[in-house]
């Protein structure tokens, strides 16, 4: 039976954006970046208000179809309460379709905000198990929601042989020698439009070769980053969708003949550097500038957090 949550609690929650895939990792490998939403969110006596600051504002649905809506409610249905209205102000700083997870870190952050209403209703709140199930269930593949719930590097898999698919993750220890470098594009793309690009079946060579290289990867990631440029090829989904972001696939070239291990993050259009080195050349970043790339170290992101009783209007 679902209780009501009574008007006037209140919470917030801070998530982290995620690069996903990092080469041959396909949907299973990714890591936390830090760049943060915050969501704000209180129960009211009914009704719903959204507002919305930053990355996707007058963009994104000011309605029950709102992803960080929809997960509050999820996150509360799955402890079996409910609650009559809901404002909810969402802080933006992941920039949307643009291959750094903001979908899944808007999933994660209302979860988390949904934590914190239990929390403080003396309920139980969700697990870090529970949250990325929760939130993969969503997205329908783990990897961007594990980064954005567990932070740092992460290794996830899922499990389709029951109904829903089980979804699961582990952190890595990502290697203190590693700095990351995303470069950020203007242009938008959609993984849904990219992912169709993808061939149904793949040779036995491209899937022994991607094998290969997302073991080598785990093992390039916490103890060997010298092994960095090998680890992060991949024969399965970067190149299909190169022709779809020639920006990206281009600028990709040019970090990696530079001597530069980099991916595409996600399903583009962004490209993250994994160097082991505090500076990108000179050649690398003036390429991404010019071709309208913002590049810039990036710190490698937090778990999600959430807190109760905060401050929600003002």
């Known amino acids: ?95 949307h379709s643009r291959g750094l997870g903001s979908s899944a870190a808007a999933v994660v952050g209302g979860l988390a905000a949904a934590n914190g209403l239990l929390a403080q209703a003396d309920l139980a709140p969700h697990s870090e198990a529970q949250l990325i199930q929760l939130s993969s269930e969503f997205e329908g593949h783990p990897d961007n929601a594990s980064a954005s719930v567990l932070g740092g590097a992460v290794v996830s898999w899922a499990d389709a042989r029951t109904d829903p698919p089980t979804y699961a993750a582990a952190q890595l220890r990502l290697h203190p020698d590693i700095h990351l470098f995303p470069g950020i594009p203007e242009v938008r793309s959609s993984t ?53 972001m020639p920006a990206s696939a281009e600028y990709l070239q040019v970090l990696r003949r530079c001597g530069v291990p980099a991916v595409l993050s996600g399903a583009g259009p962004s490209v993250l550097a994994l160097s082991t080195s505090p500076a990108l050349p000179a050649e690398a970043v003036e390429f991404g500038t010019a071709n309208g790339f913002t590049v810039s170290a990036m710190s490698v992101g937090e778990g999600v957090r959430w807190s109760s009783g905060v401050a929600v209007h003002g």
């Open 192 to 244: 849904a439009e990219t992912r169709v690009l993808l061939p149904e079946q793949v040779s036995h060579v491209a899937a022994r070769f991607n094998l290969s290289r997302a073991a080598l990867l785990v093992v390039a990631l916490t103890e060997r980053p010298d092994l960095l440029m090998a680890a992060t090829e991949d024969m399965l989904h970067q190149p299909q969708r190169a022709p779809a």
């Open 1 to 95: 039976m679902t209780q009501s949550l009574p008007a006037g609690l209140s919470a917030g929650a801070s998530v982290a954006a995620s690069s996903a895939n990092l080469g041959p990792g396909f949907d299973s490998l990714g890591v936390a970046l830090g760049l943060y939403d915050e969501i704000l969110v209180e129960t009211v006596e009914d009704g719903l208000v959204i507002e919305v600051e930053g990355e996707g504002a007058g963009q994104v649905p000011h309605s029950h179809e709102h992803l960080v809506v929809r997960a509050i409610r999820r996150g509360l249905q799955a402890a079996s309460v409910d609650a009559a209205g809901l404002f909810v102000r969402c802080r933006n700083a992941i920039p």
